[in-house]
């Protein structure tokens, strides 16, 4: 049996018995106005942050999200466009799809807004998607491609790739860990199926998406998450995991390489107006700028004595230049 057959034992059990303590989202549950989330829904939370997020779902997008869970985000997906097949739902486990259709009458019982129809859900996984090339404009996941082995990791970042329109958007939440784990913890395959034990360090969790192909890598917000002791597991040391919450866009690859939003800001606070550094930024006299980890380096590199660069706060919020 391998791993992923695993990770399909865990999650059919956790449909059949919703688990509340399974995966900690540590963010705060979406309060809309008129959208009423069932009990169970929220029981099946089984994610460790957010994916939804308004700003990804201007101009009425196609979402795809992997691993539908007890149907919460696909809920709030649909929140936001109200339209049949405009949110489709992914997963291999048939009890999970099941559970999910289940709570997805419910809602529907609870939001006189929501049709279940708004939601099509599909048979099928993140390594090889039941969804036609450059089809949709954002696809998300919540604590699923952290579970995969390093090929798989590939296959998946690919195949999210391949479905996206140009400039579309892969909107993650997944734990990451900096600090090195024992081999017998990485081989643990149901700590792994728990999201806890495929943990990787942010940068190598970036270059693994920027090697698909992705332009522009936002960082949106990197919170604590859980703890591996040493009384617990097979660990000499604590573990320390975070959550992080990453945008990766199917934008051109720029020639120097991708543009990575860390949270880096940069102020001038010279005598000027402004300073143009020649290279497409233009800073205004002591107001900040969101930079990328790149254009920081840049900057940097300049020397001067009147400009301030932060460093990564591991938030970004948009705006800024590249």
Not at 186 to 212: F, H, Q, V, W
């Amino acid at each position: 049996m391998s791993y992923l057959d695993t990770t399909k034992n865990v999650y059919r059990d956790a449909a059949l018995t919703p688990d509340v303590g399974l995966c900690c989202t540590t963010t705060p549950i979406w309060q809309l106005p008129e959208l009423d989330i069932p009990v169970k829904m929220l029981e099946m939370n089984y994610g460790c942050g957010s994916t939804v997020h308004p700003r990804d779902l201007s101009h009425n997008p196609t979402v795809l999200y992997l691993g539908v869970g007890g149907g919460m985000e696909l809920l709030q997906f649909s929140y936001f466009s109200r339209q049949k097949g405009k949110v489709i739902g992914v997963d291999i486990v048939d009890e999970m799809m099941n559970a999910c259709r289940k709570n997805l009458i419910e809602a529907e019982k609870l939001n006189p807004w929501f049709k279940k129809e708004f939601i099509e859900l599909r048979k099928g996984n993140a390594l090889d998607l039941p969804v036609e090339d450059s089809s949709v404009d954002v696809v998300a996941q919540n604590c699923l491609f952290n579970i995969f082995k390093a090929e798989d990791l590939k296959k998946a970042f690919a195949e999210v790739f391949r479905v996206l329109k140009p400039h579309g958007r892969l909107v993650m939440s997944d734990p990451v860990c900096e600090q090195p784990m024992s081999e017998e913890l990485r081989e643990d395959e149901r700590l792994r199926a728990l999201c806890l034990t495929g943990s990787l360090p942010l940068k190598e969790y970036i270059k693994m998406i920027t090697d698909a192909g992705f332009g522009t890598i936002e960082i949106r917000a990197k919170r604590p998450y859980r703890i591996l002791d040493t009384k617990h597991y097979a660990t000499d040391k604590n573990l320390f995991i975070e959550s992080v919450e990453v945008c990766a866009i199917k934008d051109p690859m720029p020639a120097d390489g991708p543009c990575i939003f860390t949270g880096k800001t940069a102020i001038y606070f010279g005598d000027n107006e402004y300073l143009d550094d020649k290279k497409g930024h233009v800073m205004l006299q002591n107001q900040p700028l969101a930079i990328c980890d790149k254009t920081a380096g840049d900057l940097a590199a300049l020397g001067r004595d009147d400009i301030f660069i932060s460093e990564s706060t591991y938030f970004y919020d948009g705006g800024g230049c590249c």
